[in-house]
């Protein structure tokens, strides 16, 4: 495979932006990627074209709104701009972007159709795990056990926006039914319309803090269940990248059931799938009772997902696609 220069603009403020794994999956393929970050730098636009002119990229590389759509037409004149959406939403600000690029990736498969008749060189192209950024480093403590272990654990968003809600629900009905559960994220902010939800056992079943990395690969290895509910599940394999790393990092992952996602991970063998709260409970119950078949589920999860699904095999998929184009 030929080896190619790469301008990749996204947020690598934090150690915990995807930019970082989707950039160390192209150098594993033998890729040069040049990270630039628009927040970390003055007159970002400029310093953009700067680095492109010097650089002369083989293709630029984003995700979402880093810059103004028009920026992204001119770069164009310096090299083929990809974008690599990572919502399974269109959203208002975002036709333009699907026309200033060259080529446009999209994580949800259903609506490729949609993204087509803004862009023609649209395509789905999944999200993925880098495994060496939830290394598990030093051993599991009895701290580490009291910690992150539970019947059933979620790590996400329970804020107030609609796709949302009905996590909090299937969450509370978890808690209702007796099991021991534990969530982690970003806090739910403090005002008059969350204080029942921040007082009741729901909000006392908070972790404290938003999870990243080894903490994530704990929690992953020490909760029974980890439960997953992807914002838009009617919209065909539109799984974002918190599947593939709950099970990278040997999670038993019950999930609800995403239109298509048995193309990706089987159910009942590699992950489990729920589409109702009723469901959920029932099939929590049996798994929590027969730990060797949880346990060789998550196993042959695990097994796939660092073989199919990292984004060393990811960018690879990605260049493949953009050489039948570019």
């Known amino acids: 495979m030929r080896e190619y220069k790469i301008l990749y603009i996204a947020e690598f403020g934090h150690d915990w932006n995807s930019g970082w794994w989707k950039k160390s999956g192209f150098e594993m393929n033998g890729h040069e990627v040049i990270a630039f970050d628009p927040d970390r730098v003055e007159d970002p636009v400029n310093v953009a074209i700067k680095v492109i002119r010097e650089a002369k990229p083989d293709f630029i590389l984003h995700s979402k709104d880093e810059f103004p759509a028009s920026v992204f037409r001119e770069f164009r004149q310096y090299a ?21 690029a060259d080529v446009f990736l999209t994580m949800s498969e259903g609506l490729v159709d949609e993204f087509r008749k803004l862009n023609p060189q649209s395509f789905w192209l999944t999200e993925a795990v880098a495994p060496a950024f939830f290394e598990i480093k030093k051993d599991i403590t009895e701290e580490d056990i009291r910690m992150y272990s539970a019947d059933a654990t979620f790590v996400g968003n329970l804020g107030s926006k609609p796709q949302y809600l ?28 969350t204080i029942p939800l921040l007082l009741g056992n729901l909000g006392r079943a908070y972790g404290g803090k938003f999870v990243w990395g080894e903490e994530h690969a704990k929690i992953a290895k020490l909760s029974k269940i980890y439960l997953g509910f992807d914002a838009q599940p009617h919209v065909r394999k539109s799984m974002s990248e918190r599947l593939y790393i709950a099970v990278g990092c040997g999670a038993f992952y019950m999930c609800h059931y995403v239109d298509g996602i048995e193309d990706i991970l089987k159910p009942d063998r590699e992950i489990v799938t729920f589409r109702s709260a009723d469901e959920m409970i029932e099939k929590m ?8 078949v949880r346990m060789k589920i998550a196993q042959a999860g695990q097994q796939r997902v660092l073989r199919e699904h990292t984004y060393q095999v990811r960018t690879r998929q990605l260049i493949e696609i953009l050489q039948g184009i570019i």
């Open 80 to 100: 083929k701009v990809i974008q690599w959406y990572p919502d399974p939403v269109i959203t208002d600000w975002l036709p333009p972007y699907v026309e200033a």
């Open 285 to 292: 119950r049996y798994y929590l009772l027969h730990d060797e």
């Open 166 to 193: 009905p996590r909090r629900q299937f969450l509370q009905a978890v808690i209702d039914n007796g099991f021991r559960l534990k969530w982690w994220g970003q806090k739910i902010p403090r005002k008059f319309s």
